[in-house]
């Protein structure tokens, strides 16, 4: 235990109990503190002896963790903790706000600068591991196009969006990629493909009991931006069918990268990384556990500032040695 | 010009002309000489200005090059060039004979570090490329299985294999991946897999006329290690067949990691890159020319002696700023 990684967790939604469980198969780090903004006392967390703290106390106790791994949302939460806890201690998050990402960078890197810490930003799987694959894509194909396709997954601002609208008791939306695009990326054909040609929508909508599902169908479907531009299909179930079918948090996607090579551009290629996840908070969890362990080992190395997936040797995610990895895994 | 990398080519087959092609596409280098065991004149390239030098020139013109990618062949020439070559300059090679990477890594990070210089071994796609998706696979989901499937593509030692066979003129084999294996694994079904339950091997044979077709089936078929443990097919075609179809160098193949997560592992993951690849030397020397701008940017921070794939941070492959990488890839 004492030489174990000492990991502290901020916020324990979906993505903290996720971090939770991937220490736990994680042989060289600890879980030594949950931090949150609820009353302590209400947060049950899974592991014994493993304390709840108030987030109020994360400046004075920060001194006692190796590193934290903020599991708070983009949108409101990791604006302010991200820079604030950076300060601190060395941290990693999944903030994936594509647009904010360099005001973000820049705000996290001077507060870990000054404190001589490491923070690893929009770690996970995108941004994260799909981001990777572009980079590896972009740098070894330059003549060539990248797409990405997401789902299936349910997504969280389109389910929300449903359930603004009158009427609606539940609802959740599956992000679906369409196979025959895939296939057309796969073929080497670089079609131009929107978000919308390359994706459909799937609604599965509780209503109110005598609701008017028709109306209900058609705001949806003409909603703008999240759903006018797409092929959207609604379903209409029970509350019943709706908590059996549809609590799961499965998601996944393929990143791809088509490239040229050649005198004159005459052979093709295709690089793809697809994933197929069970759930995606405990998938994004083991990613940011993984990349806890890689913040300790820069920050050990006397490293300080923001850091993304993109300066990460991959080496530094594993527990294993350079030696046993160069046996192993090569 | 002047400020670009300075790049040598040893060696200049299928690999190094691939090396030249792919220079051609990086911005940020430039191709200065290519160095030959053969008679210099008669080593044609495409390249305007650059010249061909004998490779025991090599000590004396090194000092002129800022990297040098080595284009021999694992099985003789990398063994005796990569420690050699690595105590002159800065180098990128795909020493492939996984059995060996070890004693190789340990001579020629001796070399690199005596002259100060960075040697970046076994670069490529396997190793390489599919090495980097079960480092991260195993970090990320230490509960899990590796699976990795080659081919559409040449085999050159099972080819090699064939021709020693009296009667053969020329030959061919294709190593081909089991679609059903491989949907097992996707599936999350864990199988047992030999080598031989994961790939089939499809040959085609131009015969001597006269040669008795039955006796050289047979004897591939019942080769024991290269064929006897397979699903083999034997097709035996016209020499002119065998130009107008086989000529190519087209492989690919697939790196899967299968995991668990989940308080009793009922979670699963798969993990999958996926490449497929018009021509195998000129996609291997496309990974080697950006792992070669690595290798100088890896030297200029003061570093020495041998890496491989898995210390490399992404972001040095890359010619573009870290902040543009942030910005258009993360």
Redesign the interface.
């Known amino acids: 235990m004492e030489n174990k990684i000492k990991v502290g967790v901020v916020g324990y939604g979906n993505l903290g109990r996720?971090v939770e469980?991937?220490l736990n198969?994680?042989p060289d780090m600890a879980l030594c503190g949950v931090f949150t903004r609820r009353a302590p006392e209400k947060v049950r967390i899974?592991s014994k002896n493993v304390k709840v703290y108030p987030v109020d106390e994360l400046p004075a106790r920060a001194p006692d963790f190796d590193v934290l791994i903020l599991c708070g949302g983009s949108a409101t939460d990791l604006p302010v903790q991200g820079p604030a806890f950076a300060a601190l201690c060395s941290t990693v998050d999944s903030f994936d706000t594509?647009a904010r990402?360099?005001e973000y960078?820049s705000n996290v890197d001077a507060a870990a600068k000054s404190a001589g810490k490491v923070s690893l930003i929009?770690i996970g799987w995108d941004?994260g591991?799909f981001?990777?694959?572009?980079?590896?894509g972009?740098?070894?194909?330059?003549?060539g196009a990248?797409y990405t396709f997401w789902g299936k997954g349910v997504s969280q601002g389109h389910s929300d969006a449903i359930r603004r609208i009158e009427g609606v008791r539940n609802a959740k939306q599956y992000t679906v990629p369409v196979k025959e695009a895939i296939d057309r990326v796969?073929a080497g054909e670089y079609p131009a493909l929107s978000t919308a040609d390359k994706h459909t929508r799937v609604c599965y909508v509780v209503a109110e009991e005598g609701a008017d599902q028709k109306r209900i169908e058609h705001e949806i479907v003409t909603m703008p931006n999240y759903f006018a531009d797409y092929h959207t299909t609604v379903h209409f179930i029970s509350e019943e069918e709706f908590a059996r079918d549809h609590a799961g948090m499965a998601h996944g996607g393929h990143a791809i990268r088509c490239g040229k090579?050649?005198?004159n551009g005459e052979?093709?290629?295709?690089?793809?990384?697809?994933?197929?996840?069970?759930?995606n908070p405990?998938?994004t969890?083991?990613?940011l556990v993984?990349y806890a362990?890689a913040a300790v080992r820069l920050s050990r190395e006397g490293k300080s500032g923001a850091f993304?997936?993109?300066?990460?040797?991959?080496?530094y995610?594993?527990?294993k040695s350079?030696?046993e990895?160069?046996?192993t895994?090569?």
């Open positions: 996720g469980l991937a198969a994680a899974q594509h990402i360099p960078f929009s941004p591991l981001s990777i694959l572009r980079l590896y972009n740098a070894i194909l330059p003549d990248d796969r090579t050649g005198k052979t093709e290629h295709v690089m793809e990384l697809s994933l197929s996840l069970g759930s405990e998938f969890a083991s990613v993984a362990r993304t997936a993109f300066d990460v040797p991959p080496a995610l594993s527990p350079a030696e990895l160069r046996k895994l090569l």
